[in-house]
């Protein structure tokens, strides 16, 4: 296997910095041309509130039938001292895909509104001699964003045009408010430059039940379809929206773990990241960027922004 096959394999499983820090070091932030973000949200919704419940997904990353890490996920609903609401996400990944490459480790928070629009983040990555950090403040639709990679500090302020969700964190969260049915359906506006794509509308959709593998042993679980423009990723569900197994690329899986057990694969998990304050005046002097202007699509999405970050 090439070591380029090698980079493009382990892009696809490092979700949270390509989903955070990547997304807003190149701008995946060109505004959809149908139709414009807006301030709606289904998490906003009295029905959404009162079906919560806090997702805390522990994953074991395959390669085939063969272990190379383990992730973590967890969407915790907090009740602030005014009696307004915030989400908290933790996402934290550990993966070696082959003996030849640096295992990756990758950690980041983000802090939510009742909405579940971003607004603070903080997200790092280790992979060898490669060293990068993403630290963003999103005040009044203006993205403070400060990165460091390798110790070179880069400041930038970016226009969003509006209020963003992230889909890998509305993407368990969504999972939790279905009723597990075939057929049911449940959409929601967000950016996911995981797939290479801008803003869209996220579409997770519930289709028939059927057979699977999860640590060798076979079990019946929902199949769960997620669409973001012509993407589509795949992962099955239990009657309770809890995440059983999920497609990557390839032969790249994701199953089901206990919380020791993907400790165990991956210790490097153990500690979650923290989010550290910004000096804001630090960047009165720096440009605002409009997010079209600044944004740039590449072909490869997630693949080819990891293989810059480790040039």
Partial sequence: MSRLSLFSGSAI???WLITMGFLLRNHYLK????????????????????????????MIIKNGETPVGASLTDVRQEKQPDDSLTYTADFRINVKVSPLLPQVVLKGRSIMDAKMHL????????????KFSATGEVDDNLLYLKINKNNDINLQRIDLNGPISLAEAVRPAIGSQLNITSGESLSTPVIDPLTGSNRGTLTITVKDQEQITVDGE?????????SLADIETIMWVDAYGQTLKRNLVGSFTMEKADREEALKAAPALAEPTVIPGLNL???RDVPIQQS???????PNGA????????Q
């Fill in 13 to 15: 499983v490092l979700m």
């Fill in 303 to 310: 693949i080819g922004t990891l293989r810059t970050l480790l």
């Fill in 281 to 283: 005046v630090e960047f």
């Fill in 292 to 298: 079209a202007d600044a944004a740039g699509q590449s």
């Fill in 31 to 58: 505004p959809d041309p149908v139709p414009a973000f807006s301030d709606e949200s289904f998490f906003g919704s009295v029905e959404a509130v009162q079906k919560w419940r806090d997702v805390e997904e522990s």
């Fill in 119 to 130: 607004k603070r983040f903080h997200a790092t990555a280790d992979v060898g001699p490669a």
């Fill in 218 to 226: 076979s079990i019946s679980a929902y199949r769960v379809v997620s």
